[in-house]
């Protein structure tokens, strides 16, 4: 069953496109036709794009892995920082930090950086201080909050992106592209899919058909985290079964275990010779 329809991307304004004008002609292939100087998005093709993107975020999630959301559109902050809190996902809708993919390691010295000043402002540390170095302080707080706040709890390198308009995002794509990270976009007629791992063709400006592809895409996420958690409990039952058999087991096994002080009686083999040994000594004392 498919996750959209074409009804609803186009009450949505998924098949809007840019000015034929500005359009990328590598986007020709998703490209139904051209309307006042307008191109228009084949949705039939946004409609299967947006199928074969929400499996593929599925499995990434049932995994156990992380998908970081990037959207830096002031129409579409909003939208990409509540659908990945929802799922639980990182998301960066502020300036791109330049090296973030490519240069992870300094990004994260700046996150636990901001959690050092936490943990010093509440053990009291910073009492002592004045009160120009305290605003200082609180300054580069908010700062790097703003900036990596979003991105706190991504200890690794994601596992996938997700973009939206990838050609205002293109160094976000670049990084990945470089280090071979998948790649979700929803890409406009006026952007480069073939740096798209996964191509979701529509609008990227407006608000109602971003919010229509993310919520498709996130429900798939969800389904992904559900059945995560089906199999891992499923997994803790077996294990405390086992457990369970193997503690009943023990007592079985050791009550069919012979004592170590009961008396072994002589084997066959070896009272034979001895037999033998009789009759000769007796008869070389007769002799």
Not at 66 to 71: D, G, Q, R, S, Y
Not at 187 to 211: G, L, Q, R
Request: aromatic share 4%; hydrophobic share 40%.
């Amino acid at each position: 069953m498919a996750r959209t329809n074409f009804d609803q991307l186009l009450q949505a304004g998924c098949h809007f496109g840019h000015l034929k004008r500005k359009w990328n002609p590598a986007m020709a292939q998703y490209i139904y036709t051209e309307r006042n100087g307008i191109h228009i998005i084949d949705l039939h093709k946004t409609v299967v794009k947006i199928d074969e993107a929400a499996d593929a975020l599925k499995q990434i999630a049932k995994s156990g892995k992380k998908i970081l959301f990037v959207a830096t559109k002031k129409q579409t902050k909003d939208i990409i920082a509540a659908k990945a809190q929802s799922v639980g996902m990182p998301y960066v809708i502020e300036r791109w930090p330049g090296g973030m993919l490519t240069n992870f390691p300094t990004i994260r010295k700046a996150v636990k950086k901001m959690a050092n000043i936490d943990k010093l402002m509440q053990d009291g540390t910073y009492a002592n201080l004045s009160k120009r170095e305290l605003l200082q302080i609180t300054r580069q707080r908010a700062k790097l909050e703003k900036n990596l706040g979003s991105i706190a709890d991504l200890t690794r390198l994601p596992s996938a992106l997700f973009v939206v308009d990838v050609l205002k995002e293109q160094i976000a794509v670049r990084e990945a592209n470089r280090l071979g990270i998948p790649v979700f976009g929803i890409v406009d007629t006026n952007s480069n899919p073939n740096n798209i791992d996964f191509v979701i063709p529509a609008n990227d400006d407006a608000k109602d058909s971003v919010e229509t592809i993310l919520t498709a895409c996130c429900d798939a996420i969800n389904e992904g985290l559900e059945e995560r958690k089906v199999e891992k409990a499923d997994e803790k039952a077996a294990d405390a079964q086992a457990e369970a058999e193997a503690a009943e087991e023990q007592p079985k096994r050791q009550a069919r275990r012979p004592r170590k002080n009961a008396e072994e009686p002589a084997p066959a083999v070896a009272a034979a010779p001895a037999a033998e040994e009789a009759p000769a000594k007796e008869e070389a004392a007769a002799e």
